[in-house]
């Protein structure tokens, strides 16, 4: 039975999609990712109003973009 490789997967935009299970594809030991797909695990910890995406090199911390709520500004 081959052992299932985990993955982590982004969008077109580099925001995390989620986890991805695989086999590796030869049998070798180098590690063939599926295209978007990463090794390293995403933040944790991350508040409510905030995503993890890829830069291309390491997963950030970004700010949700909430346009979609109207503003709540108390005056």
Same mark, same amino acid.
């Given at each position: ?11 077109? $935009? ?11 594809? &030869?049998?070798?030991?180098?590690? #063939? =990712? !599926?295209? /978007? ?11 409510? $109003? ?11 911390? &970004?700010?949700?973009?909430?346009? #979609? =709520? !109207?503003? /709540?500004?108390?005056?």
């Amino acid at each position: 039975m081959k052992k299932l490789i985990t993955g982590y997967q982004w969008g077109d $935009d580099g925001t995390y999609i989620g986890p991805y299970s695989f086999q590796n594809n &030869r049998d070798k030991k180098d590690i #063939h =990712l !599926p295209p /978007r797909t990463t090794l390293t695990p995403p933040p944790e910890q991350i508040a409510v $109003d905030e995503e993890a995406a890829w830069d291309g090199k390491q997963w950030e911390v &970004r700010r949700l973009s909430l346009s #979609h =709520l !109207p503003d /709540r500004e108390v005056e």
